[in-house]
């Protein structure tokens, strides 16, 4: 009894939580604003003067596409808690969103319907200092899910940063902090079990440590995702 109770307990731990979304705010002030646009070809047609990146609008959930799942809640996170490596090869073919650390914003490449779309943001030392949200607007009853990754080139590894899985309901769309896919718990790992061979540490994902640091989407009919960054410097 007393080891199904343990297994049980780490089974919640481990789950992913609905995300704490945040109905009655009112985002105001200066920001810098892109919408993850879902299309069922590429960039052709796109009339939002560069500020969307376009991802196709089914990658999920069909023959021969990975699966994701439309939970019940708007948004459902995933916090790394420790250094959790992958190989190139298991991560599912998505749509790629790069953040590029660099002087000032700009939308370098918005076409991720060909797999992948970069991003500049502005990075001081090697943190991007703003606040950062996403809403899901658009059709109800559709979803997608978006994971983060640091790639460290010396190991050959990505570290997954976290995750939020969005789901398109009826009613008001809300609003959701996602800054902790901009930080990943880091070590170097033994080539063969992956296990940390050094102390782990949180970094922030434009570290020198990483050679890259992109969004993996899956999406399954979701059209519109805007993400929204607002400068600590301005508050």
């Known amino acids: 009894m007393r080891k199904a109770i343990l297994v049980l307990v780490?089974?919640?731990?481990?789950?992913?939580?609905?995300?704490?979304?945040?109905?009655?705010?009112?985002?105001?002030?200066?920001?810098?604003?892109?919408?993850i646009i879902g299309s069922p070809k590429g960039i052709s047609g796109d009339l939002s003067n560069g500020r969307a990146i376009m991802v196709p609008l089914k990658n999920a959930n069909g023959p021969d596409l990975p699966s994701i799942t439309c939970e019940a809640d708007n948004y459902v996170i995933g916090r790394d808690e420790e250094p959790t490596p992958y190989t190139a090869e298991q991560i599912p073919a998505g749509a790629r969103l790069h953040f590029q650390a660099g002087p000032a914003f700009a939308i370098l490449d918005?076409?991720?319907?060909?797999?992948?779309?970069?991003?500049?943001?502005p990075v001081v030392g090697d943190v991007m200092r703003y606040e950062i949200y996403l809403r899901v607007l658009g059709k109800p009853n559709t979803c997608m899910d978006i994971n983060a990754f640091a790639y460290d080139l010396q190991q050959n590894l990505y570290f997954w940063a976290g995750s939020v899985d969005v789901n398109r309901k009826t009613g008001k769309s809300t609003w959701v902090k996602v800054n902790y896919l901009f930080d990943v718990w880091f070590c170097q790992v033994d080539p063969v079990t992956h296990a940390c061979t050094t102390a782990a540490e949180e970094l922030s994902v434009f570290n020198n440590t990483f050679e890259d640091y992109f969004w993996n989407i899956l999406n399954d009919g979701t059209r519109n995702v805007q993400v929204r960054l607002y400068s600590w410097d301005a508050k």
């Open 110 to 121: 918005r076409d991720a319907t060909d797999g992948d779309a970069t991003i500049q943001v």
């Open 10 to 35: 780490l089974l919640i731990i481990a789950a992913p939580a609905a995300a704490q979304v945040m109905p009655d705010l009112k985002l105001s002030g200066p920001h810098f604003q892109f919408n």
